[in-house]
């Protein structure tokens, strides 16, 4: 049995948990449009029921859409710095163990990769090597699950919330805008619900979970937020 097989065997895990990160951004991306659609569709909708002009219209629905794409990017960037922070305190904790006790991080480390169902002898050769190249890096995938070439980025993450809820919000507004004054509550209504079947397709994909299920349920959602909005809009234009 070889190193090189059996490095690939160690951190096989490690792979398979740096993919199912990706996978987990994408569907963050995702799911920050489905908040765009639904946010802005809900308060375009409910303008529209008050019967305002199309100047009003447009204001409150390019308002709607910067102040929901900059509190969802506020709260991405302080979500993930806080998980970075996390991150990073718990790296530096290891680090410290690492240089306190070197023999008894190796022995931590044939632990847990002869708990992966690799033999002892093999296992403690392995931890060594792996020690010899880069302890930190070993012990963080394996100890810690993190990947210290690829910690979560606060600015990345608030960015991306922005781009994702900027381009499903924008399905609604100009569905409302660039259609006729009076179909254009119905036009939106369909151009919502086809992207919202979209985007619950997926993330249920991505997911690995029943599409129809998730589909129907943030159909649904997507429905009733611009129902209730669009019957606040009506009751309120009418005591204009």
């Known amino acids: 049995m070889g190193g090189s097989p059996t490095d690939e065997e160690v951190f096989e895990e490690s ?3 740096r993919i199912s990160s990706r996978l987990n951004r994408l569907r963050a991306g995702v ?20 019967a305002v002009s199309n100047s009003a219209l447009l204001a409150a ?24 922070d996390s991150q990073l305190a718990e790296l530096a904790n290891e680090r410290s163990q690492l240089q306190a006790d070197p023999a008894g991080e190796l022995e931590q480390l ?8 690799i033999d002892a002898d093999l296992a403690g050769s392995v931890a060594a090597q792996l020690t ?22 606060p ?26 004054r009076s179909v254009a ?13 979209a985007t619950g397709s997926v993330s249920a994909h991505l997911g690995g979970a029943d599409k129809l299920r998730a589909v129907a349920r943030i159909v649904g959602g997507g429905l009733a937020a611009m129902a209730i909005t669009y019957g606040i809009g009506l009751m309120v234009g009418t005591q204009l």
């Open 110 to 117: 044939t632990g847990l990769i002869q708990a992966t169902g």
């Open 185 to 197: 509550v119905p036009v939106t209504v369909l151009a919502v619900v086809i992207a919202l079947a």
């Open 61 to 84: 629905g390019v308002a709607a859409l910067v102040a929901g794409a900059l509190s969802m990017a506020v709260g991405e960037y302080v979500s993930v710095s806080s998980q970075r």
């Open 31 to 50: 799911m920050g449009a489905n908040d765009g659609i639904v946010s802005t569709a809900g308060m375009v909708v409910g303008v529209a029921g008050a």
């Open 15 to 17: 792979q398979s948990e």
């Open 132 to 153: 010899e190249k880069d302890a930190l890096t070993a012990h963080a995938r394996l100890e810690l699950g993190i990947d210290p070439d690829e910690l979560v980025s």
């Open 155 to 180: 600015w990345h993450a608030g960015l991306s919330s922005m781009i994702t809820f900027v381009f499903g919000g924008l399905v609604p507004l100009l569905a409302m805008l660039l259609t006729p």
